[in-house]
């Protein structure tokens, strides 16, 4: 055991009570890779002023071989009002009957996950395809119209979707 294995919401509250009255109180904030703390810190930052609080975030693992939301499981138990947890949705939110560890992330308001599947989806949306695609091939005048055509693409998966998790259903493979 180490000491990570200690932190909970309770010691971080013990532990902003040392700290003076004016200052920010401190919030712990897991997430599940290290390249999730600037994805997580854009969100929350703003809500540290109005709040008069400042969030930490770190990767709960220093190991990078060791990272995830099955690690971050470790702390669900530990969350509260100075120890949050931030993960990708992955399939959680959409399908929660799957699983226990699902349940129990889209339950525990101390909890907070994409509702996408995961970051990246978040960052490659249509409107911002076009700047990307600019960005790799230094060509201005892309003819493609992304947001139509993800539309498109969206109306045409969604039904393949739904049959995919039909089945899925009735070969029990997520039960």
Excluded at 9 to 17: E, L, P, R, T, V
Excluded at 130 to 155: D, H, M, P, R, W
Aim: hydrophobic share 35%; charged share 20%.
């Amino acid at each position: 055991m180490s000491l990570i294995d200690y932190v909970s919401s309770d010691y971080q509250k013990a532990s902003n009570f040392l700290k003076p009255k004016s200052d920010p109180k401190t919030v712990l904030v897991y997430v599940e890779d290290f390249f999730d703390i600037s994805f997580w810190h854009n969100i929350l930052s703003c809500y540290e002023k109005q709040l008069n609080i400042e969030f930490e975030i770190k990767c709960y693992s220093n190991n990078t071989l060791n990272t995830g939301k099955s690690n971050l499981s470790n702390l669900t138990n530990q969350t509260g009002k100075f120890l949050l947890i931030c993960c990708d949705s992955d399939y959680d939110y959409l399908f929660p009957e799957y699983s226990d560890m699902a349940r129990e992330i889209n339950s525990n308001p101390y909890i907070f996950q994409t509702h996408a599947y995961s970051i990246e989806n978040l960052k490659c949306y249509a409107e911002s395809l076009y700047g990307v695609c600019v960005q790799a091939t230094n060509v201005s005048n892309i003819k493609i119209n992304f947001v139509e055509t993800l539309e498109k693409y969206s109306q045409i998966i969604y039904d393949l979707f739904r049959q995919f998790k039909d089945e899925m259903q009735r070969l029990e493979i997520f039960a």
